[in-house]
């Protein structure tokens, strides 16, 4: 079946470092991809997307390319804040059932 | 412009209690939607999802139930809660398009079985 794996976290990260949080994905066809985050005692928000293979998504300095030769979607921002502080999930869809999420990344930034 | 309302916010229950959980959207008709359940430390598990009134697709068999009595509400239950119910329920919606449309989440509700 489909499935999202994320990398373990917490990622620890100073202001204004570069963030990558490593996302790859199995799927049958050709799924869309999401990244979304959830601030503390809130619910999730889209963060950004792609669709077709070599899209890349970006939203608010983060960005992330759909790569299917290597199944990935990596999130990146090249200088974080600590207002970028959150649960990160990298998510599929392939139209079938609902999104498939992985389990999360959370983020915390350092003054 | 769409919203979706979830409550209560938080809620603590003994074991065995009922429980009744409601998400309601406003500002779209006939949206998909979904209940989410995030554990402590573990990612979001698809619960139900519905694609219309009184229709309900269940993904993981547990003690939980889901119901759709109209177009823009969605209903977590359960008869008899057990503690490994306690977690962070996240109802959702989308449009349903055949591009590809966003989850829209609400703001959840933590719950704490005792």
């Known amino acids: 079946g489909d499935s999202v794996t994320q990398m373990e976290g917490p990622v620890t990260l100073s202001e204004e470092a570069f963030l990558t949080i490593n996302c790859t994905y199995t799927a049958t066809g050709y799924p869309s991809l999401f990244w979304y985050v959830q601030y503390p005692g809130e619910g999730l928000q889209l963060l950004l997307k792609?669709?077709?293979?070599?899209d890349k998504g970006s939203n608010k300095g983060f960005e992330a390319t759909y790569r299917k030769e290597t199944t990935s979607f990596h999130l990146e921002k090249g200088s974080v804040q600590v207002s970028d502080s959150a649960v990160y999930f990298c998510a599929l869809y392939t139209g079938r059932r609902a999104l498939t999420f992985g389990s999360g990344t959370r983020l915390q930034v350092q003054p | 412009s769409q919203t979706i309302h979830q409550w209560p916010a938080t809620l603590v229950q003994p074991v065995g209690s009922p429980l009744s959980l409601e998400c309601t959207v406003e500002g779209t008709s006939n949206p998909n939607l979904y209940w989410y359940r995030q554990a402590a430390g573990r990612g979001l598990q698809l619960l139900f999802y519905?694609?219309?009134?009184?229709?309900i697709s269940s993904e993981v068999p547990q003690n939980l139930s889901a119901s759709r009595p109209q177009d823009r509400q969605f209903i977590l239950s359960s008869k008899k809660l057990l503690l490994s119910d306690s977690g962070f329920y996240l109802c959702a919606w989308k449009i349903v398009s055949g591009e590809i449309a966003p989850l829209h989440f609400g703001n959840g509700t933590r719950l704490t079985v005792t």
């Open positions: 792609a669709t077709k293979a070599d």
């Open positions: 519905s694609v219309g009134i009184g229709q």
